[in-house]
């Protein structure tokens, strides 16, 4: 109840596409879902984050999409660009004092 | 404003050797974690602290010791190191459970 499943595990896409990232999780208490974005030699950071009272959040080029009754989440990078390309993770928690789950990791190359 | 950095970068040990990870932030976070990251694993809690004082396991905490005797602070301990150890270790630090800042990372490596 604890796992976040996230899929793909690898992903190329072509400049100028659109990547999708997938997460289902099981745990209904989960109220927060953020995506990290890494790149290589680097720590992860926070890309965009949303909570379940809305279907929808997008920022620039990013954008969650969240399905409450699937129990599902995804990312889309709009007009992917080569400076995208790294790995990208989901996570989730519950309430103010839990900690983040996070899924396993998608990596992202995004071809010139 | 540096963040979150962490001490030493690299570090490569022999099977049983023992080393301390340096984690420190600048932005009076309350909350600090250390995770390691695995290829294929994505990031797994080994401690975490909610303050000053305070140390609490998290998903895979055996081998490693923490103490956060300051705020700013948060050391990470393996005091038998193994090969299974070898991994990137990260250090965050956030305000409440929720926008972690990660630092760059140190990589070990146990032979």
């Known amino acids: 109840q604890q796992q976040v499943k996230q899929s793909p595990q690898s992903l190329i896409v072509q400049k100028g596409g659109i990547s999708i990232i997938n997460c289902a999780y099981e745990?209904?208490?989960?109220?927060?879902f953020p995506w990290y974005q890494q790149f290589p030699g680097k720590g992860p950071a926070l890309l965009i984050a949303?909570?379940?009272?809305?279907s929808e959040k997008k920022e620039g080029r990013f954008t969650i999409s969240f399905n409450k009754s699937a129990k599902q989440f995804s990312l889309h990078i709009m007009d992917s660009q080569p400076g995208d390309s790294a790995t990208y993770f989901c996570?989730?928690?519950?309430?103010?004092?839990?900690?983040?789950?996070f899924g396993k990791g998608t990596k992202l190359s995004v071809k010139p | 404003n540096a963040g979150v950095t962490q001490t030493p970068k690299f570090r490569v040990l022999k099977t049983g050797q023992s080393m301390t990870l340096l984690c420190a932030q600048d932005?009076?976070?309350?909350?600090m974690y250390w995770y390691r990251q695995d290829p294929g694993m994505g990031l797994r809690l080994i401690h975490y602290?909610?303050?000053?004082?305070?140390?609490a396991k998290g998903e895979v905490p055996d081998g490693y010791n923490v103490s956060r005797l300051k705020k700013q602070n948060f050391l990470l301990g393996l005091e038998s190191a193994a090969p299974s150890q070898t991994s990137v270790y990260f250090c965050?630090?956030?305000?409440?459970?929720?926008?972690?800042?990660f630092g760059p990372g140190t990589r070990l490596t146990v032979t």
């Open positions: 965050a630090s956030s305000f409440l459970h929720y926008e972690q800042y």
């Open positions: 745990n209904t208490a989960f109220d927060y």
């Open positions: 949303i909570r379940p009272d809305v």
């Open positions: 996570a989730a928690k519950r309430g103010s004092q839990g900690n983040l789950i």
């Open positions: 932005m009076n976070h309350e909350y």
């Open positions: 602290s909610v303050g000053e004082g305070t140390t």
